[in-house]
């Protein structure tokens, strides 16, 4: 939802703002995981937003995407936030503060 919103608004801010508070203190302690779910899904997202580098969007855009992409790769910090283990109990059906 997030994605079509990026492609289809020339703002982008509101779109990324959600992404940079909402998915990526999620997606990045996954790399952590073990599960194959947890790696298939991130990697399902990367190449999702991956996909529109080879499109042709304003330079503005552009700048913004680079910037986000940047922090979708970084590498993540061991800290496990609590928004991520109610996330996966949410999706899983379990809670567990040994991530």
Known sequence: MTAARFQDQDDVTDT????????????????????????????VVREKWCAFLGQEINARKIEKLQDFMSKLFDPP???????????????????????
């Open 77 to 99: 910090s061991k800290h496990v936030p609590l928004l991520y283990r109610l996330f996966r109990c949410r999706i899983y059906g379990t809670y567990t503060d040994s991530m």
């Open 16 to 43: 990324l703002h959600v992404m940079n508070t909402q998915m990526l203190p999620c997606l990045q302690p996954m790399t952590h995981s073990s599960s194959q779910e947890d790696m298939s899904a991130m990697e």
